[in-house]
């Protein structure tokens, strides 16, 4: 596995006229998939204090659900960033199949929640917290899709009311940040409200050719809309992160890693 690289993203927020905030700064972690940089993840830890962030975001997929689940670097990288921030964590597919089929994977999910939860770790199962980053309201909403939406060869439909009924609407006052694993719903997700989408789930594509972006997602569907990098749909924005690690099929072609800083204004 190459090492990572540190992409930035500048958000000006929607609701406020550019200056009157302080900046502040936010790291998105994805698809990590138990992979560790260097003993105890210590150069993605550095990287991430280097960054200065004023919280973290996980868009899913930090375990993999193999046949012998492996999540025990997932969970030593969580102890240690709760010690510095606040961390917001929303599922992906991977630790929704440890949940679902507990026949499977017996006890593991609820063992790795447990032991996360246990840090501090705010963890959002179709839910949201509200809180304010420098006179800032911001709702960070978590968004757990079921695993019927990560079919193979497969595209399920997903309808603003179908949002709704899992999540609700994002009528607290406030910037609303969307933590989604799935990037692949980005108009219904900009629809029902999103002024900031947060995912990953597609590895940037895993081949990148030029001009033509990502060959392939894990739905394998060929040149995914949404790959890697930042979409815009109307006044609501996305940034996918191309995750952190691999897990199944262990390709990454013109496609590094990356962990996503996030500059706000």
């Known amino acids: 596995m190459p090492d990572f690289k540190v992409t930035r993203y500048r958000i000006r927020t929607a609701k406020e006229q550019p200056g009157s905030l302080p900046a502040f700064s936010a ?4 698809d990590l998939h138990n992979l560790s940089y260097g003993e105890g993840n210590r150069r993605l830890l550095q990287e991430i204090r280097n960054a200065n962030p004023e919280l973290v975001f996980v868009a899913g997929d930090m375990v993999t659900s193999t046949k012998e689940p492996q999540m025990e670097v997932a969970v030593s990288l969580m102890n240690e960033l709760t010690r510095q921030y606040p961390v917001y964590y929303v599922n992906g597919n ?3 199949r440890l949940k679902q089929y507990p026949d499977k994977y017996g006890e593991q999910y609820e063992q790795y929640l447990s032991a996360i939860r246990s ?3 705010h963890f959002l199962e179709n ?5 304010v980053i420098h006179r800032m309201p911001v709702n960070v909403w978590g968004l757990e899709l079921p695993l019927e939406y990560y079919r193979r060869f497969h595209k ?3 309808t603003v009311s179908q949002m709704e009924a899992l999540l609700g609407k994002p009528d607290m006052p406030g910037y609303q940040i969307l933590l989604a694993h799935h990037p692949i ?6 629809a029902w409200g999103a002024d900031l989408t947060l995912s990953g789930h597609l590895h940037g594509g895993m081949v990148r050719l030029p001009l033509l ?4 997602s894990p739905q394998f569907t060929l040149f995914p809309r949404y790959d890697r990098g930042l979409y815009t749909q109307g006044e609501s924005k996305m940034i996918v992160s191309a995750g952190l690690g691999s897990h ?3 390709l990454r072609v013109n496609n590094p890693p990356e962990l996503v800083v996030i500059d706000f204004s």
Not at 213 to 216: F, Y
Request: aromatic content about 12%.
């Open 127 to 131: 839910t949201a917290e509200h809180l």
């Open 156 to 158: 399920e439909e997903l």
């Open 213 to 216: 972006g990502g060959v392939v």
């Open 94 to 96: 991977h630790e929704s």
């Open 119 to 121: 840090f501090g770790v």
């Open 27 to 30: 790291v998105l972690l994805a």
């Open 248 to 250: 199944s099929i262990p």
């Open 185 to 190: 719903y980005f108009d219904t997700y900009a």
